[in-house]
């Protein structure tokens, strides 16, 4: 295990099972339900079978990247204006440095130019699909889970679980359109990776409705059926970790079960 900063990102890299001398990249964002952190998500995903680096990058406004407050202050600013100060900030921030963030990686690692694996869960897919969709990031295989396909869906979702309605203004609005991976399913097609969403059979319709739908849109009108995949976890709400979730913890049978349809996805599309 290897732990560091890249252009200012604190990360998490596991080697590869193979010891060879040219080994790829797969590169991914953990949830903010458990696991929150980059070591967390290590833990719970560890794919330890592929012949790649695995590193794992922190959020911001989680573990070591919270603001003052700690999780209070994230849940303040939240109650304040989710979609701006939570959602809108975390996702534009980490993909905008992404690009930065992978190219001190490969330098730190010693890891060449050849397209990447990309992973996320929960708001991490969400930096991870949009990193693939606006950066110039090569990436032959992606693979989310409990993914967040469109933002508007989580709000609801939350607007009725905490008992409160959000005022949507113009720069929400924005945020939500830029977040929402199902009106923007052709521009994977030029991408070209291939895309596995996991889902949890009990996770909240919010997410689990606008990922079937994203899969239906990507093979019937996008890319090849062969290169797109929807494996549903029985049992599996949306955490792959026990809360808190900050810290390193054993792996659930759920994280298990992500892990395998993780590493058999990669171990197929990556050579």
Excluded: C
């Excluded at 199902?182 to 059979?201: C, H, S």
């Excluded at 900050?246 to 349809?261: G, K, W, Y």
């Amino acid at each position: 295990m290897m732990t560091g900063t890249a252009a200012g990102v604190p990360y998490l890299a596991l080697p590869p099972h193979d010891t060879g001398d040219n080994p790829s990249l797969i590169v991914g964002w953990h949830l903010s339900d458990p696991p929150r952190t980059e070591a967390a998500m290590a833990a719970a995903l560890p794919m330890a079978q592929l012949p790649a680096w695995r590193v794992y990058f922190g959020l911001p406004l989680h573990g070591s990247r919270l603001p003052a407050g700690g999780h209070d202050e994230v849940m303040r600013l939240a109650y304040e204006d989710a979609v701006v100060n939570n959602y809108g900030a975390m996702v534009e921030q980490a993909v905008a440095e992404f690009p930065a963030a992978l190219a001190a990686v490969r330098s730190q690692l010693g890891v060449d130019e050849r397209p990447i694996g990309m992973f996320g869960g929960s708001s991490g897919s969400g930096v991870a699909m949009l990193s693939l969709l606006e950066t110039d990031v090569e990436v032959s295989a992606l693979a989310v889970v409990s993914p967040m396909v469109q933002l508007a869906s989580i709000v609801a979702a939350n607007e009725k679980l905490f008992g409160v309605t959000y005022d949507w203004h113009d720069t929400a609005r924005k945020i939500a359109a830029r977040w929402d991976l199902l009106a923007r399913a052709a521009e994977f097609g030029p991408k070209a990776a291939a895309v596995r969403i996991i889902v949890g059979e009990k996770d909240t319709p919010a997410v689990t409705e606008p990922a079937e739908k994203l899969w239906q849109t990507l093979s019937r009108d996008v890319l090849p059926a062969d290169r797109v995949s929807l494996v549903t976890i029985p049992g599996m709400a949306h955490a792959l970790a026990e809360p808190p979730g900050d810290d390193a913890a054993p792996q659930t049978a759920d994280a298990a079960r992500v892990e395998a349809a993780m590493t058999e996805w990669f171990a197929r599309w990556m050579k």
